[in-house]
C-alpha cells in the first residue's frame, strides 16, 4: 500500500531502488563490437598546456600585456625613434643643429679668437653661424683655440673636469690660477644667454677669460646630452579632478588647454629655467608651441595631457617662481582647471 | 595502441553497469538504452585518447551518456513507455515475492521518473539511485551545486505528487478488481 500521507515515501522509494542490472551477455556483445573499431590513434593534443592552461593562451596573454604597455608608453614618449631623434636635435645646442653633415661637430669646436662671442640676449644661432663661417675662412690664421677638454686640467679641478672649456694656446703662468678651466654651470647658462638650451655660461672666471680673449663656449652634443642628466623640477600638470570641479562649480569641459601649457611654458623661461622639456621632448624658447583642437603641438609633435614639464635648474627656486602669487600655474590652481604636482630631478 | 586498448577495457569494466542503468532509467526502455550505451562507450573509445584527464573518468563518461540521451531524446517523441521491458531486467536471485515488490517499486518510479524533465530526471538517477554526490553530480550536469540542490528538491516534491495520484488511482484498480471478482 502506498503511505500518501509520509513526505518521506519517495526519499525511501528512491533508496529502496538499485541500479539496473544488464542482461546476461549483453556486456560482453557490446564490448566484442566497439573493439572491432581501429583502435584510435593517439591524437596529438593541439595546445601545450601549462598548469592546465593552454601555453598559446598565456602566449597570447603576454602578447596583449606588451601591445598594452608599448601603447601606454607610445601616449607618453611617443615613437622610440622619432622622439629619440627629436630630443637630441633638441638638446643640441643651436651651432651643432646648424651644421652640415661632415663638418666639424665633434668634442673639438674651433672658435677663431675674434670671432662672435655669445652675449647676453643674443641669439646664439645666428652667433654660432657667423662664428662657423669666420672659422671656415680664418681656419689658417693661427687663431687662437677653444677646445672642450676631456682630461682633467692642471688647475686639479678633476670634478668640473668634463665641462671645464680649456684654451689651448694659454699661457703657463695662466695655469696656477685654481680651476684654470672655466666651470660651466648649466643652471645659469641659458637665463644668461638669450635662454636656449644648449647655450652655455661661463659661471667662474668669466672675466678672466674674456681678458684673456677666449671666447664663451657655446656647448656641443656632448654637453647637451649631459644637461638632461642636471637636477631639475618635474611638474606634472593634470585636469581637475570632476569632485574638485564640482565643488569649485566647474562644469566637466573646463579642462587644461594648450594655451595653458604654452603660457606655463613661457613663463618657465621667463623664470631662468635652464631648460624645458615637455612629455619628453626637449624645447627652448624659439620652438613652435601651437594647439591643434585639445592637443598641444610643440614643433609639429602632438601631445595630450597629462603634461609632464620638466624644467632645468634648481628646483627651489623654479617652485617658488611658478607658484608666486598671479603666476599662470598659481592662477589655473586656483580656478580647479588643473592639479599640480611636483617632483624635484635628482 | 595497446595501452589505449587496456585502458578502455577497466574502463569498460568498471562502469559499464553505471552508465546502462542510467540510460535505462533515462530512456525507459531495455531496447533502445542497450543501444545508447554501445553508441556511448563507442565514442568514449574513440575519443579516449584525447581524454585529458581534467575530470575523473566516469563524470567523464556520464557526460558522454547524458548528451547521448539528450540527443536522443530529441530525435524521439514522446517517449515510450518501456516499464514491461525494464521490469524483466529484475535480479532473479531474490524471492519471488521479492520479485513482485521490485518490479511493482521500479514500475511506479519508472513511469514517475519519465514525467519529470531531463535535467530532474538526470539529478534523482544519480543522486538517488546511483548515489552520487551533490558536488559529482554537478560536475555531470555543468551546473553549480545549488542548482543540483533545487532541481533534486522540485523532482522529489514532484515525484510525490505523481506517486501519490498514482496511489489513489491504484488503490481504486484494487476496489473496482475485487468487485469484479465478487460477481
Known amino acids: 500500500m502506498i503511505q500518501r500521507e509520509n513526505p518521506d515515501y519517495v526519499a525511501g522509494l528512491l ?25 584510435p590513434a593517439e591524437v596529438p593534443k593541439r595546445f601545450l598546456r601549462m598548469n592546465g592552461r593552454s601555453v598559446a593562451a598565456i602566449a597570447a596573454s603576454f602578447a596583449g600585456a606588451v601591445l598594452l604597455a608599448g601603447g601606454v608608453y607610445y601616449t607618453q614618449h611617443g615613437f622610440f625613434g622619432k622622439v629619440g631623434f627629436r630630443q637630441e636635435i ?29 652675449a647676453p640676449g643674443q641669439d646664439s644661432s645666428k652667433a654660432a653661424a657667423e662664428g662657423n663661417r669666420q672659422a671656415n675662412r680664418s681656419e689658417t690664421e693661427g687663431t687662437k683655440n677653444v677646445a672642450v677638454s676631456q682630461t682633467p686640467d692642471s688647475g686639479g679641478n678633476r670634478e668640473n673636469a668634463i665641462m671645464s672649456v680649456k684654451p689651448q694656446n694659454r699661457e703657463d703662468t695662466d695655469t696656477n690660477n685654481s680651476g684654470s678651466g672655466q666651470n660651466l654651470s648649466p643652471a645659469s647658462g641659458p637665463a644668461q644667454n ?47 579632478s570632476s569632485v574638485r570641479r564640482q565643488f569649485a562649480g566647474k562644469e566637466a569641459v573646463d579642462a587644461i588647454t594648450p594655451k595653458d601649457v604654452s603660457l606655463i611654458i613661457k613663463e618657465l623661461f621667463a623664470a631662468n629655467a635652464a631648460w624645458v622639456r615637455v612629455n619628453g621632448m626637449t624645447i627652448n624658447s624659439q620652438d613652435s608651441v ?15 595631457p597629462p603634461y609632464v614639464v620638466e624644467v632645468g635648474g634648481d628646483p627651489a627656486q623654479i617652485r617658488q617662481a611658478i607658484q608666486e602669487k598671479g603666476s599662470v600655474i598659481d592662477s589655473l590652481w586656483k580656478s580647479s582647471k588643473i592639479e599640480v604636482s611636483f617632483e624635484p630631478i635628482r | 595502441m595497446p595501452d589505449l586498448a587496456e585502458r578502455f577495457r577497466e574502463i569498460y569494466t568498471a562502469h559499464f553497469r553505471d552508465i546502462y542503468s542510467y540510460i535505462a532509467y533515462s530512456v525507459g526502455s531495455q531496447t533502445e538504452a542497450e543501444d545508447i550505451t554501445q553508441e556511448v562507450f ?10 585529458r584527464g581534467d575530470s575523473e573518468v566516469r563524470t567523464w563518461l556520464f557526460v558522454i551518456a547524458r548528451n547521448t540521451v539528450r540527443s536522443h531524446l530529441a ?3 514522446p517517449i515510450s513507455g518501456g516499464e514491461e521491458e525494464l521490469l524483466k531486467i529484475a535480479s532473479s536471485e531474490d524471492s519471488p515475492e521479492q520479485i513482485v515488490t521490485d518490479r511493482e517499486r ?11 524533465n531531463e535535467t530532474q530526471r538526470t539529478i534523482v538517477i544519480l543522486r538517488n539511485i546511483h548515489g552520487y554526490s551533490t558536488k559529482e553530480t554537478a560536475r555531470v550536469l555543468k551546473c553549480t551545486e545549488t542548482k543540483v540542490k533545487v532541481e533534486l528538491f522540485r523532482a522529489l516534491r514532484k515525484l510525490r505528487k505523481i506517486l501519490s495520484a498514482d496511489s489513489a488511482a491504484a488503490v481504486e484498480g484494487t476496489v473496482a478488481s475485487e468487485e469484479v471478482r465478487s460477481l
Open chain 1, 90 to 118: 633638441a638638446g643640441m645646442p643651436t651651432d651643432v643643429r646648424g651644421m652640415e653633415p661632415g663638418s666639424d661637430s665633434g668634442m673639438q669646436t674651433k672658435v677663431p679668437s675674434g670671432g662672435p662671442s655669445v
Open chain 1, 15 to 39: 533508496s529502496s531502488i538499485k541500479p539496473l542490472e544488464p542482461r546476461p551477455g549483453l556486456k560482453e556483445e557490446i564490448y566484442a563490437r566497439i573493439v572491432q573499431e581501429p583502435v
Open chain 1, 194 to 240: 638669450g635662454g636656449d638650451t644648449g647655450t652655455f655660461a661661463v659661471a667662474e672666471k668669466r672675466d678672466d677669460a674674456s681678458e684673456m680673449g677666449t671666447a664663451v663656449k657655446e656647448p656641443d652634443a656632448a654637453q647637451a646630452g649631459l644637461l638632461a642628466l642636471e637636477k631639475g623640477l618635474k611638474v606634472t600638470l593634470r585636469d581637475a
Open chain 1, 290 to 304: 601651437t594647439a591643434s583642437g585639445n592637443r598641444l603641438v610643440v614643433s609639429g609633435i602632438s601631445m595630450s
Open chain 2, 106 to 116: 521500479l514500475g511506479l518510479i519508472q513511469k514517475a521518473l519519465l514525467q519529470l
Open chain 2, 42 to 51: 563507442l565514442k568514449a573509445y574513440r575519443s579516449l585518447a584525447s581524454f
Open chain 2, 75 to 77: 530525435r524521439k517523441k
